[in-house]
């Protein structure tokens, strides 16, 4: 449907996106990710000897702090910190470093997971593949819009006033293997082209909505992963250049 919205893009076209890593000198690792006016910084810390209460020492263990603008942390930010870690750990190889805890300390879904991936690898956290995020909307006229903005996402409605009716927060593996730098410390695994790490829905949407959000969500990762790997590409070879 030729559809555009207040900011002149296509339901199907993403916002200008940029990432630098290695932005921080504290932590092991660290990114920030920008998609239009939505920015998040993302910090990783470990591993660190010792696991958590209630965790597998023979594996490593990730603990995610979600650190809001203002206020306290509440349900919902639990419920995010929640999310990113069991995404954190479907994509890391949790075998390599037992007995650790890495922490990682973010903002805002689902900027938040494209941006803990950078900073897990500026970290070196061995990783079985990267994994690219972005957010779907409903529209009630039954199509589905890619990556909204702030004002979009926060009245649910569009540029002509149509109601956006539900939200999916979808994450996909990386669609090609070279989008992994090499020479780190990052594990290529198999490549998963169909496969879903994570889901997400707020609102009230069909089983056919639902597959419709996945397709046009999967159609988006091409533009993610070259964008991941042209920034890990120009981070390499200024590296290089500094040796």
């Not at 919205?5 to 990432?19: F, I, K, S, V």
């Not at 870690?85 to 994509?91: E, F, L, M, N, R």
């Not at 903002?107 to 970290?123: E, F, K, S």
């Amino acid at each position: 449907m030729e559809i555009d919205r207040e900011d002149g893009r296509t339901p199907n076209q993403l916002r200008p996106l940029a990432c630098s890593r290695n932005i921080l000198h504290r932590p092991h690792g660290s990114a920030s990710w920008s998609q239009g006016d939505t920015k998040v910084l993302a910090a990783v810390y470990g591993p660190k000897a010792g696991t958590k209460r209630n965790e597998d020492p023979e594996k490593a263990c990730f603990e995610v702090i979600w650190k809001p603008k203002s206020g306290q942390i509440g349900k919902v930010e639990k419920e995010y910190e929640m999310i990113l870690k069991k995404t954190i750990q479907s994509i890391c190889v949790l075998t390599v470093n037992p007995n650790t805890t890495t922490s990682v300390i973010i903002q805002l879904l689902p900027c938040a997971i494209n941006a803990a991936c950078a900073a897990l690898v500026d970290a070196g956290i061995p990783m079985k593949h990267l994994a690219v995020a972005i957010c779907c909307c409903l529209a009630d006229k039954g199509y589905v819009v890619l990556d909204p903005n702030k004002l979009e996402e926060k009245t649910y409605l569009n540029y002509d006033g149509q109601k956006m009716t539900a939200f999916a927060y979808l994450v996909f593996p990386n669609t090609t293997l070279s989008v992994l730098p090499k020479g780190s410390s990052v594990v290529e695994g198999e490549p998963v082209e169909h496969g879903i790490i994570t889901s997400v829905t707020h609102g009230v949407m069909s089983v056919d909505d639902y597959f419709l959000c996945v397709e046009n969500g999967r159609a988006a990762t091409a533009s993610l992963s070259a964008f991941f790997r042209k920034n890990f590409q120009q981070s390499q070879k200024n590296s290089s250049i500094a040796v």
